[in-house]
């Protein structure tokens, strides 16, 4: 039973270009979190989705970002014109509802702006 | 919004020491959750507390929720180098009826041979 794929795990991108993240749940799983870790820091809720619906975008910044969960495939995080403040690890999880389920993380994507 | 406070950041012991980290919220939580990250890893689930004054053990993890439901603790008894990570605990919080997962700063464990 494979677990929350993330990929790429390793993305550089220069400055004004879009970086696309992707993260495909469990199987069985319908709700997606996207969480932002800099460097020794914690984990920042950035949006939770279930399929075709934002649920919770409250922790995303209004403009270059974006998510989605379409009815088929990935989620995706897009980061549009990136700066070099964006390089960070983007982690996402899966869990099979909202109540007391717990996380299943990703192995993250590590975001480098140069 | 909801947040919940975790303390110390940072913690080092030597190898076979105890170590105690704190997560403390202003509200009453309906359950906590604790995970561990690995340095350079994803954060991994451990554990799931529900009841006020709930106690629950994993060999030598302790893990216990308030009377009040308000703070939790994670107590590791007799560290071992497997131990280090960042621990963080996590509580619901809800928004317009649902419910995202907020973590606390995380305590980073570090442990000296």
């Known amino acids: 039973n494979a677990g929350v794929m993330q990929n790429p795990r390793h993305l550089v991108r220069r400055r004004g270009q879009e970086a696309r993240l992707r993260c495909s749940p469990m199987?069985?799983?319908?709700?997606v979190y996207w969480y932002r870790q800099l460097p020794e820091e914690g984990l920042k809720f950035m949006v939770y989705?279930?399929?075709?619906?934002?649920?919770?975008e409250s922790g995303m910044p209004k403009e270059r970002f974006s998510a989605e969960f379409p009815k088929e495939g990935p989620s995706i995080l897009r980061i549009q014109q990136v700066v070099r403040g964006d390089s960070a690890a983007y982690f996402c999880?899966?869990?099979?509802?909202?109540?007391?389920?717990?996380?299943?993380f990703g192995n993250g994507t590590r975001l480098t702006v140069t | 919004g909801q947040q919940v406070m975790q303390i110390p950041q940072y913690q080092h012991v030597q190898e076979g020491e105890d170590f105690t980290t704190y997560c403390n919220s202003s509200?009453?939580?309906?359950?906590i959750q604790w995970y561990k990250q690995r340095p350079g890893g994803h954060p991994v689930f451990l554990i799931q507390?529900?009841?006020?004054?709930e106690v629950k053990k994993q060999k030598r993890l302790t893990f216990q929720f308030g009377e009040a439901k308000k703070n939790s603790s994670l107590h590791i008894t007799a560290t071992q180098t497997t131990d280090v990570g960042t621990y963080f605990c996590?509580?619901?919080?809800?928004?317009?009826?649902?419910?995202?997962?907020?973590f606390g700063q995380g305590t980073r464990l570090t442990i000296n041979p």
């Open positions: 999880a899966s869990s099979t509802g909202p109540g007391n389920s717990p996380l299943h």
């Open positions: 199987k069985g799983h319908s709700h």
């Open positions: 989705l279930q399929k075709e619906n934002i649920i919770d």
């Open positions: 509200t009453t939580l309906s359950n």
């Open positions: 507390l529900v009841k006020s004054g």
């Open positions: 996590a509580a619901r919080t809800s928004y317009q009826g649902a419910q995202k997962l907020v």
